[in-house]
């Protein structure tokens, strides 16, 4: 009985989902070798042998020995069958596990031969190690998002330079595979480069996002070819990001015979999204039935974080390698599974730790500024964002700068140098009660018979402002601005005053988040005062003032503007969710009233579904009505 033979043609009808006559129309096998094989009463021929192995990404001498075995049993042939068995056992003698390592990297956009270092260095390490192939993450070699130096002819001549330099000093005895820029016949395209035996290979992605953050179409031209290579006797597929996230790609790189799928990726960070990738690439796998190794960049651009977290999956589907949060490693995979997975982290951790990796990653990437200079207020998002710097750069690299008011309070005086002295922070204090006086008497004359507003009150912000200013020209440190998610998006906040900076970790963080966040750092070292989390916020520009004076609460402004901005949701659903039709309407033209304040806004990290930035791009000038 030639079992093994059944055992392919099953493995077969699993892998493509043909049915016995489908399978015969597509390969073109007469169907009564068709039911001879499925009976089990005929071995496979030669030339089906080869066939089924390529379907399957099986070697074929494998497949052949099994065949010639089974025949020589099906016609008495011994001596044959002796002869076939001691291949099978050679065969098997000679097969060596494949050993494949994951290079989760943070390269720098633009710093070619920074990236290029880091990827030969890597890559000779792994050799040492007997690695077999190494994996890099998505546009590895260039950083991402590159944005407009891909419409640079001299960059991407470069880029062609670095990559003849990675394939001729990487040793003949380990494959790699890295992300590059792929120009051929004068078009662009995003490319994943194989290195083996001193030879080039390039896959093209097939799949262009151009949604949210990602712009792709601007500067690629998509691929239409499935990619396979061989690698110690196993076939491997090749992928590039969105190429996962619809069936089609992977099924055909899966019919095409690939036992290991390999997708390499820069994935930003958001909150949920890595239990969406776990999900997609799980629906890949059952329909597939092959093993998944998913490679994901690491580090800080500009808006974007990227989480690393790259995993392998086998192909029952269950994760065999789950690599850490926001952290370069280099790990072998395994498809085994693990007797434990580690834990999932609290989201405030991995929220925080995306914000500290944003921090780190702006102020050393562009390395122009040698620290940081905060105003520290005595107030909630202050604290949190001199904790997020101290973590990101080291408390030594930061000076704290408090400017009190006569409205500011004896309390945040307190707090704001309590905590700055449990941090070990630069501390100053300088009174503006003499600037603002000033600014004030030179408008008098043209202020007369007015009113006091928000005008006077916005004067001390932008006091402020300019001396934050003024001590980051001199000292060389970045201003971090401290504004949160809900102030940016209705405007309770003062252009070139509180909003002076170069880089907002809080930009995309409510305020509601705020508390929880300042809360979990205290886990760690108890650093911002109780006082702080516990009071009313105020922005103390005057007298008795907190924030609820002008707004709804923050639990509820926060769940209005998440439906609105995250969500974008109309006027007429939120109300239905329960809200005052009042506020809604209020909260809502107060965020569309402000897009002028957001355009001239620091850049600060993307945590949410629809941040404030490149992602979200409204008009300044309309009269649309939500």
């Not at 499935?226 to 996230?245: K, M, P, S, T």
Request: net charge neutral; with cysteine; glycine share 6%.
């Amino acid at each position: 009985m030639a079992n093994k033979t059944k055992e392919y043609l099953a493995k077969v009808r699993k892998k493509t989902g043909f049915s016995d006559y489908k399978i015969s129309q597509e390969y073109a096998i007469n169907q009564s070798n068709l039911s001879k094989y499925k009976s089990g009463k005929a071995a496979l021929s030669e030339t089906h042998a080869w066939l089924f192995a390529n379907i399957l990404g099986i070697n074929p001498a494998e497949v052949v020995a099994h065949t010639k075995l089974e025949h020589a049993k099906i016609t008495g042939s011994k001596s044959k069958a002796i002869f076939w068995q001691e291949q099978l056992e050679k065969l098997a003698n000679n097969s060596k596990v494949i050993k494949i390592n994951i290079a989760q990297i943070n390269p720098i956009v633009g710093d070619l031969d920074g990236n290029a270092q880091k990827i030969i260095k890597l890559t000779k390490e792994a050799h040492a190690q007997d690695c077999d192939l190494l994996v890099f993450p998505e546009l590895s070699l260039i950083g991402y998002p590159p944005e407009d130096l891909l419409l640079r002819e001299g960059f991407i001549q470069q880029v062609q330079d670095k990559v003849t330099l990675i394939s001729q000093t990487i040793s003949e005895d380990i494959s790699i595979i890295f992300g590059a820029p792929s120009k051929q016949g004068g078009v662009l395209y995003n490319g994943a480069y194989l290195v083996q035996n001193s030879q080039l290979r390039v896959y093209h992605k097939q799949n262009l996002p151009n949604y949210g953050v990602f712009d792709e179409k601007r500067y690629f031209e998509p691929g239409h070819e499935a990619f396979i290579f061989e690698c110690q006797g196993r076939r491997i597929g090749l992928v590039i990001c969105e190429d996962a996230w619809t069936p089609k790609v992977i099924s055909t790189t899966a019919n095409q015979g690939a036992q290991i799928i390999i997708s390499i990726n820069a994935s930003p960070f958001q909150v949920g999204k890595h239990s969406q990738r776990i999900e997609q690439i799980k629906q890949r796998v059952l329909a597939t039935k092959t093993d998944f190794i998913y490679v994901n960049m690491v580090g800080a651009q500009d808006e974007l974080v990227f989480d690393g977290a790259s995993f392998a999956m086998n192909s029952n589907a269950d994760i065999t390698l789950q690599l850490p949060l926001f952290k370069e490693t280099v790990q072998s995979v395994s498809f085994t599974p693990p007797t434990t997975l580690p834990d999932t982290d609290p989201i405030e951790k991995i929220i925080y730790n995306a914000l500290v990796l944003a921090t780190k990653d702006y102020i050393e990437k562009n390395a122009v500024f040698n620290g940081v200079v905060i105003g520290l207020s005595g107030g909630i998002d202050s604290a949190l964002t001199l904790a997020i710097a101290a973590d990101a750069i080291g408390t030594e690299n930061i000076k704290a700068i408090m400017m009190p008011y006569e409205y500011t309070s004896n309390m945040s005086l307190e707090d704001a140098k309590m905590q700055a002295a449990a941090m070990n922070i630069d501390y100053h204090e300088i009174s503006i009660h003499t600037m603002v006086s000033s600014f004030n008497t030179q408008l008098n004359t043209l202020f007369n018979g007015m009113e006091a507003d928000t005008t006077e009150e916005n004067l001390q912000a932008r006091v402020r402002g300019t001396l934050l200013m003024a001590i980051s020209n001199k000292l060389g440190k970045i201003v971090l601005t401290t504004g949160n998610k809900s102030e940016m998006a209705v405007g309770y906040a003062t252009l070139y005053g509180d909003m002076s900076g170069g880089f907002a970790p809080l930009k995309d963080v409510s305020k509601t988040l705020v508390y929880q966040l300042a809360k979990y750092r205290n886990t760690l070292s108890t650093i911002i005062p109780r006082r702080v989390i516990d009071r009313a916020p105020s922005a103390e520009l005057a007298p008795n003032q907190i924030d609820q004076d002008f707004l709804p609460p923050y639990d509820e402004l926060d769940a209005i503007l998440a439906l609105f901005i995250e969500q974008k949701h109309s006027v007429k659903y939120i109300i239905k969710q329960g809200f005052n039709e009042q506020t809604v309407k209020r909260i809502t033209q107060m965020v569309l009233n402000n897009e002028y304040k957001r355009r001239q806004s620091a850049p600060g990290p993307k945590i949410s579904q629809n941040a404030f930035g490149k992602e979200r791009r409204y008009p300044m000038t309309s009269r649309f009505q939500p």
